[in-house]
């Protein structure tokens, strides 16, 4: 089985390249191949197999050739990431499987424009960012107001006057709204939206960390990197007609550029393909197998 | 740059097959090979290189053909590590490099036999683990009582009667002998001294966790589970001569056989390849390279 390692502002993975959807990959193998100490090492796997090849019902309709078949490091399958696509985007570029400078991506929250720039960047459309009211989250003892908004998945992102290091996002809890809150009952331990703390440290740029639902803090998230972004334009008096303008955010992981939109967001962001190379067949069947004795 | 992925016990290493010694291998380069988010990710990195193209003193009076030479993750230069040794002797074997089952590895801690079983496990001679005296340990605001050890390097070995999983051992503090404490003062954070609490789970049978010397806690530590068996031989009333039987030590990740000996003590564990590839040359140049646009 082949792969490569990617990154995007550290947010990383393992590619399998599966054109055909000839791979049988299931969720224990990407779970061993996502531990950190005994398999690859990553935050997930993206598959890359032809969208007409990918037998997914969500991809049926979809043009893009191919398809970011997402899992996530625990094996469970996952809609769409940020970091991930364009990191899916190099690999189709730099293996000759696509054209550039722009592409489309098939994923399960629908097909993602992907635009490649000459200096290693890539823009990637993330869809729609909706503000859906104010929020709190209580982060470790400090009760922090922040915007609840919408990025696909659910944002609480609070602009903060300290810096964001010193900020405790071991277990955020959502104290408001309700509906981003009111899951935590039922999952005891994790929080029920991804939470942002985000200062501004410059004109349109801001630093930011976050704890993302189910993961915990992470080097990048490119959908808190728009959330962020919405965040600081609704701050800055921008967002009146659901627009910004662009945003640069430092992640733990690099630098980001976000240009929100109530239609379609924007981000840019590197991505670096590491290393190529083919798992071990007997690593696969799970077994010590015997080892490669040369009676030279 | 080639490479290869392994793993002893969830101990993990990137190994470089640099034959005759023409490789530059920074320090930053290993610690960028080593972060587990922006590079491959390991415990350390090995290096394949012939013992005579090494061009180290400490290993020019080695017979060996192959030296380890190990490099923690931060690029520094480290002695010698019983799970990378046996992750060595399966690379060289298993690439042909070396004929088994019997073989020699050079290390900057001196030569070291290595014996490959059928099975897929190896033994390794750890050398000689010598009882300093008695010790104790504050883990947690817990008074643990322990023997302290040197296995070349400084253990101090806990026996304890509840389950080891429960023990706070995030920042051990070495309470006695001085030796071992002393250098605590210096460097603040860090403990002065490997730290295994122990605990018998059955007949010549233990449980360990380690929390290693500048590395904190981690999956398996070869010379902590030689310093563990040497600990229950005492407390079993074997060690009058300076051996014990063989034991077994379950780590957190996985297990391993321990003979311990003040002259010769034997460890016997798995070792596993996970992958093998080569390393993107333009992430080794370390710049986002231009995109590979492929205009079909």
């Known amino acids: 089985m082949r792969f490569a390692k990617g990154h995007g502002t550290g947010n990383d993975f393992v590619i399998i390249p599966d054109p055909d959807g000839l791979l049988d990959l299931p969720g224990e193998l990407v779970a ?60 189709l570029l730099d293996e000759g499987l696509a054209a550039g400078p722009e592409l489309r991506v098939a ?55 300290q810096s964001v290091a010193g900020i405790d996002l071991a277990g955020p809890q959502v104290l408001a709204p309700a509906e981003f809150a009111g899951s935590a009952a039922d999952s005891p331990g994790l929080v029920s939206a991804n939470v942002e703390v985000i200062r501004l440290v410059g004109d349109h740029e801001a630093e930011m960390r976050v704890h993302e639902r189910g993961s915990g803090l992470t080097l990048s998230c490119g959908t808190g990197a728009v959330a962020a972004a919405v965040a600081a334009a609704v701050a800055a008096g921008e967002w009146t007609d659901g627009t910004g303008s662009a945003w640069t955010v430092h992640v733990p992981g690099g630098r980001l550029a976000v240009t929100p939109s109530a239609t379609a967001s924007l981000l840019t ?24 004795l040369n009676m030279r």
Chains 1, 2 share one sequence.
């Not at 929250?109 to 993330?126: C, I, K, S, W, Y």
């Not at 962001?269 to 490669?292: K, N, Q, R």
Request: proline residues 4%; hydrophobic residues 45%; aromatic residues 6%.
């Open 32 to 91: 061993r191949i996502c531990d950190r100490h005994t398999g690859l090492g990553a935050d997930g796997v993206l598959r890359v197999v032809r969208t007409a090849a990918a037998g997914e019902s969500d991809v049926a309709g979809q043009r893009a050739e191919w398809f970011m078949d997402y899992r996530n490091a625990d094996g469970s399958l996952a809609e769409m990431c940020g970091n991930g696509v364009r990191v899916f985007a190099r690999y």
């Open 107 to 161: 994923t399960r929250a629908g097909e993602r424009a992907v635009l490649a720039h000459p200096d290693g960047q890539f823009t990637v459309d993330m869809g729609a960012a909706v503000v859906i009211g104010p929020g709190a989250v209580d982060a470790g003892g400090q009760r922090l107001a922040g915007l609840a908004i919408s990025v696909g998945n659910p944002h609480l992102a609070c602009l903060v006057e």
């Open 269 to 292: 962001g590197p991505a670096e393909i590491i290393a190529t190379g083919e798992l071990s067949a007997s690593w696969i069947a799970g077994c010590v197998a015997p080892v490669g």
